[in-house]
């Protein structure tokens, strides 16, 4: 399912046991296969999940900033950028430029493996959940009309 996969991106040291420990990748890409768009999760600084969906420049919502976006998705968009640092892929062949739209497992109601919060107090959000949060948001682009 997966073209690119990346483990030990985080240093889990300091986190404690939890179901994140029978997660080992920290970053996955792949294509969507429904709506033929990048896809990503990524594990953010506190080990929780990251979800993105790569758009281009025939898409309504290019470079348009994620707070501008009506989509639901996990805690709501937080996120819109080109390719910058761990949350680009690698393109075969094509150059064309991609504007990640993006959402975080890192909201009040969430915990993770850094977290203060307590698992009484927040989800873990897993591996599987981004997964799925991240195709229904590719799902959701695919038919997004931006109102210019």
């Known amino acids: ?3 690119e996969e990346y483990t030990n991106i985080n240093d889990r040291s300091k986190w404690s046991h939890g179901p994140w420990d029978q997660e080992p990748l920290d970053k996955a890409v792949w294509v969507d296969p429904q709506t033929g768009l990048d896809c990503m999760i990524k594990r953010n600084t506190t080990g ?14 290019f470079r348009v900033q994620y707070y501008e976006i009506d989509i ?14 761990d949350i680009c892929h690698l393109h075969d062949g ?5 504007w ?5 497992c890192c909201h009040s109601f969430d915990t993770s493996p850094l977290s203060l919060r307590s698992f009484d107090y927040g ?4 591996q ?3 997964i799925n ?3 229904k948001l590719a799902q959701s682009l695919k038919n997004y009309l931006h109102p210019n």
């Open 72 to 85: 639901d998705t996990h805690g709501g968009l937080t996120y819109s950028n080109h390719c910058s640092g």
């Open 100 to 104: 990640w739209l993006g959402f975080d």
């Open 128 to 130: 599987q959940y981004a």
């Open 123 to 126: 989800e873990y959000r897993t």
């Open 48 to 61: 929780a999940w990251c979800g993105y969906v790569g758009i281009t420049s025939n898409h309504s919502a």
């Open 94 to 98: 094509d150059e064309d430029e991609t």
């Open 1 to 3: 399912m997966f073209k």
């Open 133 to 135: 949060e991240v195709t």
